[in-house]
């Protein structure tokens, strides 16, 4: 159990250009992961570690992680590759899940931007505890001071300086330690060798005051902090017990500055994540029951349990697909059998391998709270492995239907090759993205759960696999109903030579709440023979495509048939599929299809004084308000708005509260459009079949 | 949903004076811990929305999914009580007559609740005639926020209820018998009542009813488990 109260999995986040790589690199050096520190894409055509997939391949041995290993002073350390964009997909959403806390990198000059705000509140939602690092306060214009007021007032941290600069900009020269009262100074050619001194004489009264500050913030967590500062005895062990407990509960951000590129202050960064952040068992994980319903089960992160692991990565590498797992409960051992939920399949554990910057290690065993890989597993990522009968998985396995789509064309063969390429691989990854080729157009559509998730795909086609494409208007995956039961009661009958067709179906449409489509056979007497019975399943299914009201899938529907007449020659399957098909047409109006629409689960969230306006902007688009909450001086509102009226949100929540406001959303229900919409959704779609085609 | 409204808590106002709480007016409901406040005010809340009327629920300590949670399942319980078949409108209803507003991590405030209000009103055109207040520390809360509390009632033309804990050690009582932790409140509550388990069922009591305090026959018996009134 002291082993894994010594593991800390975290994430590294920053907007662009802060300097993640830059200091992700330092950690892997001061930790002896690798041996020389190359400039970040520097002259010598070597990048950072974690970045640079070219540098890789030319070595042919290491491979760019999703989890890279270290240790730091008797911790381990596994640091989970944020991805770059920032926008929320299934990716993100995984990394965020298996760290357990995060080091939120700022720049000195910069402060906080538009990117840190999402990538902090994503880790907010997740519930992620984090320290701060002001990176770059050797450049012109550093100001950590004015960068942790924003830490309070733009991201609403309980922000709280560890540290204080000594010198600035190019004066930067070291850090005073708040908690030991000392000045570090990072020597030797590469800062190796930190150097403990007097605080400078002209900074002691600040030092003081900071101090105080930092006391005042930690005591709030410990009351034997509390005595010792009465009693004037606030030794570093209780500050740092103190802190802890504010970070780990998400009430305290300490805040850490240097600068990485000039490797000063970042031992002290991977102190702070060894003393502050939290180990596995300080965080609560849940996995699913899928035999209760889905329920919430607990998971204890006890190697002694049977397993609950996460795939929450998949990477392709010259020795095949590698399959990064966060163990959550139990341990793996290399030969052991473990379970794939969804498919309920067994799979024996071939090689366990842990990464490191530069190399593999392989592994006999992993106990729970770590984070490994496995090789030669065929699973998708997002899959759940268990042992000892467990049903659990640790994502939802509902998954619903996409509610958007776009059309994507390649610009050249290069690229047609490519997107290919891509589009297999998103697939795998993620259930919610599908890919298809239209029948009537030939275009390629590729369908998901919002215009961002498509955008960050059709982003990650350029960025990753160079297919540039170009793509075509969103569209809303609108979809029929019908309302009320009708009867049909159909004959199809050709007489064109010799043999002839024949076949009749009579039953009844009714709307169904509980699935797609059904289909209930109640013939009697073998009126219509059971093997033409399929045949006319068949045709009803085949008629679902394509509504006859406004031509969008059809949902929602349950067909029963109860009689019917065959002929002994005349009759064959594709006759009843005919039949059947009349049958749906005949029907399908007078059961009054309605047009539905995808409605969104949308939360806004930003400072309060924008309560009114984001309402406002709410309520104009159709949208209903469900809650507004209030969190320090922040409001999050809960609002259920039709895919529709979404489309351009962004850039009109931008305007209306000055960048300061994020929103999300996710797919929630398919809700009837009003009567006065659904005429000019047919007016429009009239206009487009007329050769008004958008493109 | 008649029918709900035949046995919802708020029936023991029939017995009372004016029959309701009635805009600008302040009313609470004491009880011990465990008893069933939430669930009694919650109650109170769905009598309103079937009333048609739209309702905000203000709640100080849970989010507004634990909230809307709990109204799922009385919703529920509700429907099995008194055996009716779940229906859209009645759910159209709860979505569209109901309001959360949440504090959470002691972000409430009356400047707040009056920006948020004022907000409902001139933005979403959402006039409630009824706020439930859940969570309030009655004993950390000084008189002040009352009072404001009831012109915020008044401004905003609503009937506010409250839920206070009482403790079964403080037996503290006002002159007229209003228990501790209202008993030095109780001119600015119109309406207080009382939940206590007894033998036979939990005891809706009417401790003060407008003008009126120690209301005779004033007190209703409900359904220990789904708070629903029996006589
Ligand atoms: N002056 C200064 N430059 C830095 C520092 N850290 C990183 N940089 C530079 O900032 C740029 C972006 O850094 P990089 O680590 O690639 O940022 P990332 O996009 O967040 O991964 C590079 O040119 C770095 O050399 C720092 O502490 N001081």
Known sequence: MDEIRKLRNIGISAHIDSGKTTLTERILYFTKRIFAIHEVKGKDGVGATMDSMELEKERGITIASAATHCEWKGHRINIIDTPGHVDFTIEVERALRVMDGAVLILCSVGGVQSQSITVDRQMKRYEVPRIAFINKCDRAGADPYKVVDQLREKLGHNAVFMQIPIGLESELSGIVDLVSMKALYFEGPNGDEVRTGEIPPSMVDEAMLKREELLDAASMFSDDLMEAILEENPTPDLIHEAVRNGTVSRHLTPVFLGSAYKNIGVQAVLDGINRYLPSPPDVKNAALDIDRDEAEVPLETDPDKPVVALAFKLEVTPYGQLTYLRIYQGSIGKGDDITLTRTGRKIKVGRLVRMHAEQMEDLTSAKAGDIVALFGVDCYSGDTFTSGGLNYTMSSMFVPEPVISLSISPEDNKSQTNMSKALNRFVREDPTFRSYVDQESGETIISGMGELHLEVYVERMKREFSARVTTGMPQVAYREAITRRADFDYTHKKQTGGSGQFGRVTGFMEPSEESAYEFVNQIKGGVIPTEYIPAVDKGFQSCLNKGAALGFPVVGMKVTINDGKSHSVDSSELAFTQAAIGAFKQAYIKARPVILEPVMKVSVEGPSEFQGSIMGSINQRRGLITSSTEDGDFTTIDAEVPLAEMFGYATVLRSLTQGRAEFTMEFLKYSRVPRSLSEELKANLRGKSRGEKKS | ?231
């Open chain 2, 1 to 231: 949903m008649k029918d709900f409204i035949s046995v919802s808590p708020l029936k023991v106002l029939e017995r009372s004076s004016e029959q309701i709480l009635g805009p600008g007016n302040l009313g609470v409901l004491v009880a011990r811990a465990g008893v069933g406040k939430t669930a009694c005010l919650i109650h109170i809340a769905f009598d309103k929305i079937f009333r048609k009327e739209k309702l905000v629920h203000v709640s100080l300590e849970e989010g507004p999914d634990k909230v809307a949670s709990y109204y799922r399942v009385i919703y529920h319980d509700l429907l099995k009580a008194l055996n009716v078949e779940d229906d859209h409108e009645y759910r159209e209803l709860l979505e569209r007559n109901r309001m959360t507003l949440a504090y959470i991590n002691q972000s409430f405030d009356l400047k707040r609740l009056q920006a948020n209000l004022r907000n409902l009103t001139e933005r979403l055109g959402f006039r409630p005639s009824t706020l439930i207040v859940d969570g309030l520390d009655f004993e950390e809360t000084e008189r002040e926020v009352f009072e404001e509390l009831k012109k915020v009632a008044g401004e905003f033309e609503v009937e506010i209820w409250f839920s206070a804990l009482s403790h079964r050690h403080i037996t503290e009582t006002s002159e007229m018998g209003i228990p501790y932790p209202v008993h030095k409140l109780d001119d600015l509550f119109t309406i207080i009542m009382q939940l206590q388990p007894g033998q036979t069922g939990i005891f809706l009591k009417l401790l003060k009813d407008h003008d009126g305090y120690s209301v005779p026959e004033g007190s209703m018996r409900l359904d220990p488990n789904t708070f629903l009134a029996l006589d």
